[in-house]
């Protein structure tokens, strides 16, 4: 009973990490690109540069350095920028993987 309280438990501290980590960093970046006309450039930058903080602390290196040097890009180029985001929200979606503790269901048949 013990060791699956530890399983459980451990499914959702990562869980709570997911969520507090690359949910948060998804959601603000949806935030950011559709309101992309009403921020300034120093708004975007601060933002960005929280998102690839998230992205960093989710060990999403990759993604964090794009979303970084996106964020120092809107201050100078807005083609680099959205070039560098786009890239980022690729790899983002890319490294989307499903979770080891979803097992995969057989299809139900249906049998007259």
Request: with cysteine.
């Amino acid at each position: 009973m013990e060791l699956s309280r530890q399983q459980l438990r451990e499914q959702a501290i990562g869980r709570f990490k997911y969520v507090r980590t690359c949910v948060l960093a998804r959601e603000l970046c949806l935030l950011v690109r559709t309101n992309r006309v009403a921020f300034n450039l120093k708004d975007a930058h601060e933002c960005c540069s929280v998102i690839s903080q998230l992205c960093k602390e989710a060990g999403c290196t990759e993604q964090s350095d794009l979303c970084g040097k996106a964020a120092e890009a809107v201050l100078t180029s807005e083609e680099k920028y959205l070039d560098l985001c786009q890239q980022s929200c690729m790899k983002c979606g890319e490294s989307r993987q499903p979770s080891q503790s979803v097992q995969k269901k057989a299809p139900n048949h249906y049998v007259a």
